[in-house]
Nanobody, 120 residues
Framework: QLQLVESGGGLVQPGGSLRLSCAAS????????MGWYRQAPGKQRELVAA???????NYADSVKGRFTISRDNAKNTVYLQMNNLEPEDTAVYYC??????????????WGQGTQVTVSS
């Protein structure tokens, strides 16, 4: 059974940091591209960051310099380190998997999401 489970969300003040984790099971993790999406109230779902099987990363312009995606293939886990958080980062964050590297991704497996709230 293929499964992604996100964790690490919560409430943080502006300027703070959070580290999201996505634990994957049921596949050979090292062969997959992984991505983080988010969806905020009143906004479209957007791709925040992605990492290809070979380690190449891509980021949305809104998070460049603040967020870092990384993967630990030995632990079957992908991370999203979020620094200098802003209220605009408030959203449900979803982990997704693709068998094809960016840009030809097919996000065929999704986690249930974890809530990130940035507020004073």
């Amino acid at each position: 059974q293929l499964q992604l489970v996100e964790s690490g969300g919560g409430l943080v003040q502006p300027g703070g940091s959070l580290r999201l984790s996505c634990a994957a099971s049921g596949s050979i993790f090292s062969f997959n591209a992984m991505g983080w999406y988010r969806q905020a109230p009143g906004k479209q779902r957007e791709l925040v960051a992605a990492v290809a099987s070979g380690g190449t990363t891509n980021y949305a312009d809104s998070v460049k310099g603040r967020f870092t995606i990384s993967r630990d293939n030995a632990k079957n886990t992908v991370y999203l380190q979020m620094n200098n958080l802003e209220p605009e980062d408030t959203a449900v964050y979803y982990c997704a998997r693709s068998d094809i590297d960016p840009p030809l991704v097919e996000w065929d497996l999704w986690g249930q999401g974890t809530q990130v709230t940035v507020s004073s």
